[in-house]
Structure formats: structure tokens, C-alpha cells
């Protein structure tokens, strides 16, 4: 069973750029997580999917960032524009239900200079 | 607002000597547990979980933790660690009933040979 697939990988922009991050899920995974790790610092949840509705997204930084999942499957995270605080790993989970145990992806590595 | 706390950033600790990872909770209702490891350049994958029942829970690897109410706690230990062990080890907490995860700021563990 194949896992949950990010790109990219690692990521170096300016400030006040653009960055779109991807995830693919497990195949018939209808919940999607995308959390922020800053460096020192746990896992924090930005916005959970179920399907392709929004369950909950009370600690997404909606200024800057968005996030879609138009058709329950893939999701991109967006941050325009970038600020220096914004680097961090953006990890994408992915569950069959709403559940804490949460398979992950490796993370994208975001670096804002 | 729910909070996890691991007291320890970084363990080192030689291989074949047992280890504990410490990790402090705030919940006071229905508390639902996790450790999740990293390893490098991996997504977190779960290493156990406590929901209810036997205070005791093991977990892959040879690990296990004890969920202890009266002090908040649910450190995790390996009675021999190996270097394969060495890693970023996070505690959870679940909040509500719809799979959110509350983090700890992560501990190192560092095996030496």
C-alpha cells in the first residue's frame, strides 16, 4: 500500500513569495490533515478535511494561507504571501475516518529568506 | 486549552541501556494517548496508543508506556534501546471527537555506540 505523497520536498523562497504545497493520500483515505512544524516545536494542525468539506480550520492563518481539496483526493496548501515565521515542515495526514491514528507523509521542508 | 508537555528535549543514552521518555498531559476528562516517532527524513508513524483499559500499553519496537492519572503523565520507555532507535519522539494528546491531535514539543533520542 503505497503512503501519503508530498512535494515538494524542500522549498527555498523570499518573502512576501508564493509557495503551493501538494499531498496525495492514502487511496480511499476520506480525512486529510495538514499540520505545521516549526523546528523545536510538535506538530500543529492547521486545517482537517473530510472529504472535501472543511471540518475544522480554527488555527489556519486565513490571511495567508489556504487550503483545497477539491475532489476528496489530492489537497494543496497555499501561503501568499510568505512571511520569515512561515518556515517550517508542512506534514500531510491522511486517515479513513476522523481518527487520532494518523498515517503521515515525509513533510515539506519550507525555508523563507 | 489542552497542553502536552515533554520535559526532556534530548536523551542521549548508550546502546543496550534501557531509556524513558517523559511526557505530561492537561487533559482532565476523557484522555486519549499517543506517542508517535520520526525518524529522519520520515513522516511520524505511531508507536502506541492508550484510549482506555490497562494502564500499561506496548507498543512496536519493544516499546511501552504507563498512562498514570493522579500524575498526568505517560512516559514512554524501552528497557534496551538500539541505535535503529534513534529518532524525534512525540506525545499526543486527542481533543474532541474528531481525530485532532494535540502535540508535545518532541524529545530527541540520541543512542550512542
Known amino acids: 500500500e503505497a503512503g501519503v505523497a508530498q512535494s515538494p520536498r524542500y522549498k527555498i523562497i523570499e518573502k512576501r513569495q508564493s509557495v503551493a504545497f501538494w499531498c496525495n493520500p492514502i487511496?480511499?483515505?476520506?480525512?486529510l490533515y495538514w499540520y505545521q512544524q516549526i523546528l523545536g516545536q510538535g506538530p500543529k494542525l492547521l486545517i482537517q478535511f473530510q472529504n472535501n468539506g472543511v471540518v475544522d480550520d480554527s488555527q489556519l492563518p486565513k490571511d495567508r494561507f489556504s487550503a483545497e481539496r477539491l475532489k476528496g483526493v489530492d489537497s494543496t496548501l497555499k501561503i501568499q504571501p510568505a512571511k520569515l515565521e512561515d518556515s517550517a515542515v508542512y506534514l500531510c495526514a491522511s486517515s479513513l475516518v476522523p481518527t487520532y491514528e494518523q498515517y503521515f507523509g515525509p513533510g515539506t521542508r519550507l525555508t523563507v529568506t | 486549552a489542552q497542553s502536552v508537555t515533554q520535559l526532556d528535549s534530548q536523551v542521549p543514552v548508550f546502546e543496550e541501556a534501557p531509556v524513558e521518555l517523559r511526557c505530561n498531559y492537561s487533559s482532565s476528562v476523557s484522555v486519549y494517548l499517543f506517542w508517535y516517532v520520526q525518524y529522519p527524513n520520515q513522516g511520524l508513524q505511531l508507536l502506541l496508543k492508550y484510549l482506555s483499559g490497562s494502564t500499561l500499553v506496548k507498543g512496536i519496537n519493544g516499546f511501552e508506556a504507563e498512562f498514570n492519572k493522579s500524575q498526568t503523565s505517560f512516559h514512554l520507555r524501552k528497557p534496551s534501546v538500539h541505535i535503529s532507535d534513534t529518532a524525534e519522539y512525540f506525545c499526543?494528546?486527542?481533543?474532541?471527537?474528531?481525530?485532532?491531535?494535540?502535540f508535545g514539543q518532541g524529545t530527541t533520542l540520541q543512542v550512542k555506540p
Open positions: 499526543a494528546e486527542g481533543s474532541g471527537n474528531t481525530g485532532k491531535l494535540i
Open positions: 487511496s480511499g483515505h476520506a480525512t
